[in-house]
């Protein structure tokens, strides 16, 4: 498989279920991040890791968890959301964190939180 | 801050036709300009970019000018077709704080008929 895959492509889950959203990378890249995507809204960068290290993090709550074991992997991990999670959240990679970097992007994962 | 400012969509048009999609952007220094494109049910990926004034990115019959003067970088396709119907995101590199992250626009949903 190449590119950035993630799973699960769609999840509908409870205020009070905890539930993880994987991604995984097959370029050999360094850098990896999660959007969210809301309608009529530009895209929300949330989590940004390099080499395994988080380097960014955009005020994102503390209801949403990441997770970089490796270069190739990145989770996301869900607890407690609110209605208004709801979104597609995109995972990327890129080469390096430079911003002039072309961002690979993966299929997203379509939540919908009850 | 930084930010991204695309025409609003939705954009249709009829197989053939001439389309243009404006950008504008607000920055400091000098950033990287993108357009990324998302297909219905996939990620975003990467259409074309300029990384310095007056360069002028292109890819599958798309252009775009990364115009200083006016601050824009708007897309053009002198004949669309029907697997062109997608979201179209613009979006610069900021550079700001020693953090280096995309901003986009809230994406332009074009549509093509036959």
């Known amino acids: 498989e190449t590119g950035v895959t993630q799973t699960p492509r769609h999840l509908v889950m409870g205020m009070t279920n905890k539930k993880s959203l994987k991604c995984e990378q097959h370029?050999?890249?360094?850098?990896m991040y999660w959007y969210k995507q809301s309608a009529k809204k530009p895209l929300e960068l949330m989590f940004v890791?390099?080499?395994?290290?988080?380097?960014e993090n955009n005020s994102v709550p503390s209801r949403f968890s990441p997770e970089c074991p490796n270069s190739s992997h990145l989770f996301l991990h869900l607890h407690t959301l609110q209605p208004e999670d709801s979104a597609l959240y995109l995972c990327?990679?890129?080469?390096?964190?430079?911003?002039?970097?072309?961002?690979?992007f993966g299929p997203g994962t379509r939540l919908t939180v009850l | 801050g930084n930010s991204v400012t695309q025409m609003e969509g939705p954009v249709t048009l009829s197989e053939e036709a001439f389309l243009t999609i404006n950008c504008t952007y607000t920055a400091t220094g000098y950033p990287s300009l993108f357009w990324y494109v998302q297909y219905p049910g996939e990620g975003l990926q990467l259409l074309l970019k300029a990384t310095k004034a007056d360069d002028k990115g292109s890819n599958k019959g798309f252009e775009a000018t990364y115009r200083k003067e006016t601050t824009s970088f708007h897309l053009e396709k002198g004949s669309v077709q029907v697997s062109d119907s997608a979201v179209y995101f613009c979006?610069?590199?900021?550079?700001?704080?020693?953090?280096?992250?995309?901003?986009f626009g809230k994406g332009t949903k074009l549509t093509v008929n036959p």
């Open positions: 979006a610069l590199s900021d550079l700001r704080g020693g953090s280096e992250k995309l901003v």
């Open positions: 990327a990679s890129s080469q390096d964190r430079s911003s002039t970097d072309t961002q690979y």
């Open positions: 890791y390099s080499l395994e290290e988080r380097v």
């Open positions: 370029l050999g890249h360094n850098a």
